[in-house]
């Protein structure tokens, strides 16, 4: 015979004020994955564009040599990139404030538990893009003392 605990007998019920915070969470990320997704537009945009302008000042400057026309590329690859990383977790933001929103129209706790997971996602993204941005900044900052270092 298997004897089951009070744990694993409990089961989380939501009280109306943990309902009402959960619905306005999910507004103001639907709210905050709008202005996101338009971020994200303006960042292809300057993509684009600083991509042509730069290219234009490169091709302008003599002491660039061959890098002149491969200067604007540089620029509007990295701020494609950056829209790139920006837009996952907006993504994830966007998919949890619709799952949310609809899970508590319907009374839908599988919709809420989608919705969940989506936020779980969100900042599980976040958490690792800022671990691998900590650690490319302490690199830079070992390399830029090695190489003050060896410039004495």
């Known amino acids: 015979m298997e004897e089951t605990s009070v744990f694993e007998k409990f089961e989380l019920q939501l009280d109306r004020s943990a309902k009402d ?9 639907h709210f905050l994955s709008i202005l996101g997704f338009i971020g994200i537009g303006f960042l292809v945009l ?29 620029i ?12 996952f977790p907006v993504y994830y933001l966007f998919k949890f404030s619709t799952n949310a929103k609809n899970a508590f129209a319907n009374n839908d ?10 936020l779980k996602s969100h900042y599980k993204f976040i958490g690792v893009l800022m671990i ?17 270092i060896i410039a004495r």
């Open 46 to 74: 300057i993509a684009v564009f600083a991509g042509t302008i730069f290219s234009t000042m490169g091709n302008s400057m003599q002491r660039m040599g061959m890098y002149s026309g491969s200067f604007g590329v540089i």
């Open 109 to 118: 706790s599988e919709s809420l538990t989608e919705s969940l997971g989506y």
């Open 132 to 148: 691998v941005c900590l650690a490319s900044y302490a690199l830079v900052f070992v390399f830029a003392i090695f190489g003050a």
């Open 21 to 29: 915070f959960l619905k306005e969470t999910a507004k103001w990320a």
């Open 76 to 87: 509007g690859a990295v701020y494609f990139i950056a829209a790139l990383l920006y837009f």
